[in-house]
């Protein structure tokens, strides 16, 4: 039997299958937008023009996914995480679910998976972890929107206070993870101080945004804050292991 490859030529395969399929729709959409907006006499320019800036806004959350794709080829290999990052999903969730998977087998993701059940649970639960939305949002968001609008509707203090409490409890679901493993001592607070200079960092952003009208780094809040814990994580782990 033969070692198993988390970059097996056959993994790719299906990665770029799933990932060129997924550029496929854009495409197609993309020339069908274009197409109508020639019929009902759009400025064609306008419409450039909003083509070219919406590419290059595409910059900014292609950092993250990218940091995302090497933050997890460490353990799961570059395929399966290139097609979820790439398709729908976010490093904070599949991070967790990765790592869930795996404690759940008795496993762990710190080091390369090598087992194929092991990265087979992964793989499944990344992916069946995301569909409820994809389900949930075409087919019941106008009556959950409805829902939330008419308690804002009856009371408004009230339904800013169910919109806050439900951001809240997923930000809640994964500080569960953060501070998991502050019972082992200081080695458990890494990701606690890691996350905290990552706030700190997006804080800092926030105000050069806002005080010093520095426009453009607004979108790149979200990778400079990633970049700079990271980076900021070598040093903390070092100082604290």
Same mark, same amino acid.
């Given at each position: 039997?033969?070692?198993?490859?988390?970059?097996?030529?056959?993994?790719?395969?299906? =990665?770029?299958?799933?990932?060129?399929?997924?550029?496929?729709? &854009?495409?197609?959409?993309?020339?069908?937008?274009?197409?109508?907006?020639?019929?009902?006499?759009?400025?064609?320019?306008?419409?450039?023009?909003?083509?070219?800036?919406?590419?290059?806004?595409?910059? &900014?959350?292609?950092?993250? *996914?990218?940091?995302?794709?090497?933050?997890?080829?460490?353990?799961?290999? !570059?395929?399966?995480?290139?097609?979820?990052?790439?398709? +729908?999903?976010?490093?904070?969730?599949?991070?967790?679910?990765?790592?869930?998977?795996?404690?759940?087998?008795? &496993?762990?993701?710190?080091?390369?998976?090598?087992?194929?059940?092991?990265?087979?649970?992964?793989?499944?639960?990344?992916?069946?972890?995301?569909?409820?939305?994809?389900?949930?949002?075409?087919?019941?968001?106008?009556?959950?929107?409805?829902? +939330?609008?008419?308690?804002?509707?009856?009371?408004?203090?009230?339904?800013?206070?169910? *919109?806050?409490? !439900?951001?809240?409890?997923?930000?809640? =679901?994964?500080?569960?993870?953060?501070?998991?493993?502050?019972?082992?001592?200081?080695?458990?607070?890494?990701?606690?101080?890691?996350?905290?200079?990552?706030?700190?960092?997006?804080?800092?952003?926030?105000?050069?945004?806002?005080?010093?009208?520095?426009?453009?780094?607004?979108?790149?809040?979200?990778? *400079?804050?990633?970049?700079?814990?990271?980076?900021?994580?070598?040093?903390?782990?070092?100082?604290?292991?």
């Amino acid at each position: 039997m033969k070692d198993f490859n988390l970059n097996s030529p056959f993994l790719f395969t299906i =990665a770029g299958a799933v990932i060129l399929f997924v550029v496929a729709q &854009a495409v197609f959409f993309l020339i069908k937008a274009v197409r109508r907006a020639k019929v009902i006499g759009m400025d064609m320019k306008s419409v450039k023009k909003t083509m070219v800036s919406s590419a290059v806004f595409t910059v &900014a959350p292609a950092v993250s *996914i990218l940091l995302g794709v090497i933050t997890l080829s460490k353990s799961l290999g !570059l395929p399966l995480p290139w097609m979820r990052l790439s398709v +729908i999903g976010s490093l904070t969730y599949e991070l967790t679910a990765a790592e869930t998977a795996a404690t759940a087998v008795g &496993a762990s993701i710190a080091s390369a998976v090598t087992d194929p059940a092991t990265y087979a649970a992964i793989a499944w639960v990344m992916t069946l972890g995301i569909l409820p939305g994809l389900i949930i949002i075409p087919l019941f968001m106008k009556k959950i929107q409805g829902s +939330i609008t008419k308690v804002k509707t009856k009371d408004n203090k009230w339904g800013e206070i169910l *919109i806050t409490s !439900l951001f809240l409890g997923m930000i809640s =679901a994964f500080l569960g993870v953060i501070f998991a493993t502050v019972s082992e001592g200081l080695k458990g607070w890494i990701p606690v101080f890691v996350m905290l200079c990552s706030a700190v960092i997006m804080s800092v952003v926030g105000l050069l945004v806002k005080k010093c009208k520095v426009r453009w780094l607004e979108d790149f809040a979200l990778p *400079i804050s990633m970049l700079g814990a990271m980076a900021l994580a070598i040093p903390i782990t070092g100082a604290i292991v």
